[in-house]
C-alpha cells in the first residue's frame, strides 16, 4: 500500500491539473466553438458546444474588414512602442534604486509605491485635460509617451529585487575596470535578470494589449482603433441581432498573439533561470 500511494497521490494531482485547466480553459473554448458556428446557431437559446456544421465565414468576412487588419496594425504598432519603452525605462529606474546609492533615494521609492495606492480612476480627468492641452487627442501619444517614464511602480518593484540579488561586489570591479553606469547596467545587471525582465515585458504586453479604456478615450477616429476598441465596436454596430461568429473569430485571432507570447515567455523564463545562476 506505501508503494501505491505515490502513484495514487500523482494520479490524483493529474486529475486535479486537468479538471482546473478545463475550467480555466472554458471561456477560451467557447469562444472558439462559437465562431465555428453559423449566426443561427449562436442566438439559439440552447447551449450549443460543437457545431452541427462547421464554417468558417466569420473569418473570412473578418479578414476581408479593412477595419480589423487596420486595428491589427495598429495594436501591433502601439504595443512595440509603449512595450520597448516602457520596459526599457522601468528597467533604468529599478537599477538607480537598487545598485546606485543616492540623496533622498529611499523616500523617492517610497512615494513610487505610494502611487500604487491612488485609484487609476482619479486620474483620468486631470490626465484627459493635461494631454488635451498638450493637442495629443487623436493620436498615439497619450498611450504609449508616459510609459516611457517609468510607469508601473509594481513592476519597477519586481526588477529592482532581483537587481539587489546580484553581488555589489560586481559592480565595484566593473567601476575598477573604468565600466560606467550605463556600461554595468546594459552589459552585467540586465543580461544576470532576464528571467524577471521576462516576466514583467510577458505582463506589459498582456495589459497592453488588451487595453480597452485608454485607447478608447484618446484615440477617437476609426483609423487608430487598436483591437479591443475595434471589437467593441463590432459588438455596438448592431444591437437587435449580434453577428457572434463575427464578432468571436475577431476575439480569437485577437488572443493568438498572446498565447504565442506567453509559450515563448515560459521557456525563455525558464532557461535564463537556469542560465544565470542568481540564488534568491
Known sequence: MKNLWPILKRIFMYILLTGATLLMSFPLLWMISSSLKTLEETNSPGIIWIPKQVTWDAYINIFQNTNFLRSYFNSI?????ALAGTLIS????????????????????????????????????????????LGWIGTFNPIIIPG???????????????MEQIPKEMNEAAI???????????????PLVKAPIAT?????????WNSLLMPLMYLQTVDL????????????????????????????????????????AQRFILDSVVLSGLKG
Request: net charge neutral.
Open 77 to 81: 504598432f502601439f504595443v512595440s512602442f
Open 90 to 133: 522601468i528597467a533604468a529606474v529599478a537599477y538607480a534604486f537598487s545598485r546606485v546609492d543616492w540623496p533622498g533615494r529611499n523616500l523617492v521609492f517610497f512615494l513610487m509605491l505610494s502611487t500604487m495606492m491612488i485609484p487609476p480612476q482619479a486620474l483620468i480627468v486631470p490626465q484627459y485635460v493635461f494631454f488635451n492641452k
Open 148 to 162: 516611457y517614464f517609468a510607469g508601473g511602480a509594481a513592476m519597477i518593484f519586481l526588477l529592482k529585487q532581483s
Open 176 to 190: 575598477m575596470d573604468g565600466a560606467g553606469h550605463i556600461q554595468i547596467w546594459w552589459e552585467i545587471v540586465l
Open 200 to 208: 514583467v515585458a510577458t505582463f506589459l504586453f498582456v495589459g497592453f
Open 225 to 264: 482603433y487598436t483591437l479591443p476598441v475595434y471589437i467593441t465596436t463590432l459588438y455596438n454596430i448592431n444591437q437587435t441581432v449580434q453577428q457572434w461568429p463575427t464578432i468571436m473569430a475577431a476575439a480569437v485571432l485577437t488572443t493568438v498573439p498572446l498565447i504565442i507570447v506567453f509559450f515563448f
